[in-house]
């Protein structure tokens, strides 16, 4: 489904871009249906902001949300720095794939970002587990990644190339549901 908007990288931006240009969250169809005429049906919140102390946190962080005229469901859109399905940011994700991918271990990278082990290893087996899907689909995108040899040369390239949250924004248009 298609429920990230690119380009928009970082919390205040996208404060800025719902205060002053929300439509460029409204989807042209309805996920549901495909019926074009989508209002806007307010605002649901997200605490994603978990980098600033609690006195000058943007939480909680608004997300949009839009009713379908044609089947009455709801939909939302996200902004690209907001990962769909997890509590971390893209950035700090990217933060720990690269270590991993440079063989640090689960319980530095752990000790070194103050994330429980758990998590990080649950990160690490989804990207591995849905890495041929992901794989097959940015390098049709993109050609140059083609010539990866493997799962560490691959990721280690694509997140040279672009961004860990890029690469998600373009699986997320492509119709691959995304961590
Ligand atoms: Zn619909």
Redo the contacts with the bound molecule.
């Keep these: 489904m298609y429920r990230i908007v690119a380009s928009i990288t970082s919390l205040q931006q996208h404060l800025d871009s719902l205060a002053n240009n929300p439509v460029i969250y409204r989807p042209r169809?309805?996920?549901?249906?495909?019926?074009g005429q989508?209002w806007c049906h307010g605002c649901y919140e997200r605490k994603a902001d978990r980098t600033g102390s609690a006195s000058d946190s943007l939480n909680p962080i608004p997300i949009p949300r839009f009713l379908?005229?044609?089947?009455?469901?709801t939909?939302s859109r996200l902004p690209e720095c907001i990962a769909p399905r997890r509590w971390y940011s893209w950035s700090l994700q990217q933060i720990i794939i690269l270590a991993l991918l440079a063989e640090c271990s689960l319980l530095r990278c752990s000790r070194q970002c103050g994330l429980d082990r758990h998590t990080i290893r649950r990160w690490w087996s989804e990207l591995k587990e849905h890495h041929h899907a992901f794989a097959l689909s940015l390098r049709m995108r993109f050609p140059e990644l083609g010539r990866s040899v493997d799962f560490t040369d691959f990721w280690q390239n694509c997140l040279q190339m672009m961004s860990l949250s890029e690469a998600m924004t373009w699986l997320d248009r492509e119709g691959i549901i995304v961590p």
């Design positions: 169809v309805c996920p549901h249906c495909s019926f989508l379908c005229q044609g089947c009455h469901q939909c």
